[in-house]
């Protein structure tokens, strides 16, 4: 009985200690063969990892026991850890502790060379808690637990957000692949501040945080966001109607033939893409594990701009499996009227998208679907020039579902 006590009081301890002060991001191995300069003759028996960090005076525990020296190099310190190292413990006299996992099932290998970045923070930044994972590991003489947790942070500026307006109508928007929640601010502001509306700007998983979050995540997981979105949008208003961006309209696009959606607006929804190697996208995945992303620019303020810089390839695969369905099937589903929005200017969806959209809505009357042709505007169509013709249209085409109502 004391020792359960004692595991309670450890534990009641242990999660009131506040956000920790450091992170590992960008994890990658690298590749052998003369055109990497990074790469350096690695252990047979140990793998090397190279943390990159402007501070000194670190501790590490693989696997949370077993103590590794660092060698110190300018912002460099390298690691050799014993083979299959699921997770490090790091100690720092100023930083506190925290503890990373390893990405992957089979964790840092042998005769295997990887680098990743070693973040520190101010005290005074402040963190949101998203992920928690725990082990536990008991002690038979004295039932020592040790809680071991990992936090994961939202950019500043990235994260949802909740405009409360009527009880009656509500909008949930979801944004584009790599792409966060500030990428439709404007247009949430412009239903709600002209329309009344209460509008729900979701994040999905894996967005507005690092691309090495986003690696992890599937379509599942944004499909169970829109859910849980949909939900908490429909337990304070009667009727809600859902807009999305490029990936967030294929994910509307489910939702309108899934829930009970009463209108839905899909803006810059890719069918066709220009990309020519989405075909190949399973393979490729494999074998590269980033894109840079080809920016449109955009007149905005940079507080709407949040996205990732970099396309990981590891969900496109998913991501186009998630087209398909769309054409297959969710197209097909639904009976509320919709709203198409694509620019002929952008160079990510081809503008027959949007017909080929407009031509599969079979059970949706012509006179409740309409496209609205855009002429220099970029893939993301609330930021680009052309934007308030977007607002304007949204908001009429949600107020004729208020006028029906009435």
């Known amino acids: 009985m004391k020792r359960w006590l004692s595991i309670v009081g450890l534990l009641g301890l242990a999660l009131t200690i506040s956000a920790q002060q450091m992170r590992v991001e960008r994890f990658a191995k690298q590749k052998k063969g003369p055109f990497n300069m990074k790469h350096v003759k690695t252990d047979k028996q140990l793998a090397t990892i190279d943390m990159m960090t402007g501070e000194k005076g670190f501790k590490f525990l693989a696997n949370g026991k077993t103590e590794v020296q660092a060698e110190e190099a300018d912002g460099v310190l390298t690691l050799k850890t014993p083979d299959k ?3 490090l413990v790091i100690n720092h006299p100023d930083y506190g502790q925290c503890s990373w996992k390893v990405p992957g099932k089979k964790g840092l290998r042998k005769k295997q060379h990887y ?12 963190y949101k808690l998203q992920k928690q994972w725990v082990i536990f590991e008991i002690q038979p003489k004295d039932a020592i637990v040790t809680v ?3 936090t994961t942070t939202v950019r500043p500026g990235a994260g949802a957000y909740w405009l409360p307006g009527s009880r009656e109508y509500g909008i949930l928007l979801i944004h584009g692949f790599t792409g966060a929640p500030p990428e439709l601010r404007m247009l949430a502001d412009y239903l709600h501040d002209r329309g009344g509306f209460t509008v729900s700007g979701i994040r999905l998983s894996g967005h507005g945080t690092t691309v090495e979050d986003l690696e992890q995540t599937t379509c599942a997981d944004w499909y169970a966001d829109v859910e849980k979105g949909f939900a908490e949008l429909q337990a304070s208003c009667r009727h809600v109607f859902v807009a999305g961006l490029s990936l967030g309209a294929l994910l509307a696009a489910k939702a309108a033939g899934e829930l009970p959606v009463e209108r839905v607006a899909l803006l810059s929804m890719p069918v066709y893409v220009y990309d020519k190697r989405s075909p190949f996208a399973g393979l490729l995945c494999h074998f590269i594990r980033r894109l840079r992303k080809r920016n449109w620019f955009y007149n905005v303020p940079d507080a709407y701009l949040k996205g990732y810089t970099e396309m990981p390839t590891r969900p496109i695969p998913g991501l186009l499996r998630l087209i398909r369905r769309c054409k297959r099937e969710y197209l097909g589903r639904i009976r509320v009227p919709v709203l198409i929005v694509q620019s002929r200017s952008e160079h990510t969806v081809k503008p027959k998208s949007a017909t080929y959209i407009y031509d599969h809505l079979v059970h949706v009357p012509a006179r409740e679907k309409e496209i609205l042709w855009l002429h220099q505007s970029g893939h993301i169509v ?11 249209k949204c908001l009429e085409f949600f107020k004729k579902g208020m006028k029906t109502e009435s």
């Open 85 to 87: 190292t699921s997770f």
């Open 115 to 126: 680098e990743a970045y070693l973040l520190t923070f101010s005290p005074t930044k402040s």
């Open 148 to 150: 071991d947790s990992m």
């Open 382 to 392: 609330t930021l680009g020039d052309e934007r308030e013709r977007v607002f304007a």
